[in-house]
């Protein structure tokens, strides 16, 4: 089967979620019916948490800081906001090889050669969702990944913090984890927005080849 790339989407300005997530579920079950061709779909939501399926509400620790939404992905709770680009990747894995935990670890590397582009070494803490960067005062979480697959299309994806206000997470306990979060802007790496989503898409084809391999 010879596969085409992905439609590379970019939504400008603030995407409310529940409009996102409806689209994303249609647009799942329209890629598997062969109606919708994959896409990786890039867009900004105004300030919010989303909780996961494995979400713990002693977790949430100020319900009332912003408004809250059951994502369906896997994981925990997470924050979305201005200044973090999220990247929504529908992708058939029916025919890119049906390994999911391939399909994570792809998006890993993914994460780590963008931030490579601005001098910013990411790695993978063993036991540790997503992609850390390490920091005088310790490892500290620059980006989530948080997907579904149904019927084995994927959707959900990941977010990159490029320059969001780091005390907007401080409402729940990201992922789980106690640790740290951190930015590019944090960092001092004066990337915008445009900046990132061109290194996203410079490095696509090594994602997508990862899965073939």
């Excluded at 989407?9 to 062969?34: C, D, F, H, K, N």
């Excluded at 890039?42 to 319900?63: C, F, Q, R, W």
């Excluded at 990247?87 to 993914?110: C, I, N, Q």
């Amino acid at each position: 089967m010879i596969l085409i790339d992905p439609v590379w989407e970019v939504t400008p300005g603030l995407t409310a979620y529940p409009a996102a997530l409806a689209r994303m579920q249609a647009m799942a079950v329209s890629i598997r019916e062969g109606g919708e061709s994959e896409r990786i779909w890039l867009v900004e939501h105004p300030p919010l948490y989303t909780a996961g399926t494995s979400a713990d509400p002693a977790e949430l620790i100020d319900p009332e800081r912003f408004p809250v939404f059951i994502a369906g992905r896997g994981g925990r709770y997470t924050y979305h906001g201005p200044g973090q680009r999220v990247a929504y990747v529908m992708l058939d894995l029916a025919a890119r090889g049906r390994d999911v935990r391939r399909f994570v670890a792809a998006m890993e590397s993914w994460l780590i050669k963008t931030l490579d582009d601005f001098g910013v070494d990411g790695r993978i803490i063993p036991g540790k969702v997503g992609v850390w960067v390490d920091t005088a005062a310790g490892p500290a979480k620059i980006a989530a990944i948080g997907v579904r697959v149904q019927r084995w299309v994927s959707f959900h994806g990941m977010s990159l913090n490029v320059a969001p206000d780091l005390n907007d997470f401080n409402g729940i306990i990201p992922c789980g984890l106690s640790d740290p979060v951190t930015s590019l802007a944090a960092l001092g790496r004066g990337a915008t927005m445009t900046d990132v989503d061109r290194a996203l898409a410079r490095h696509l084809p090594a994602m997508l080849a990862r899965l073939a391999a």
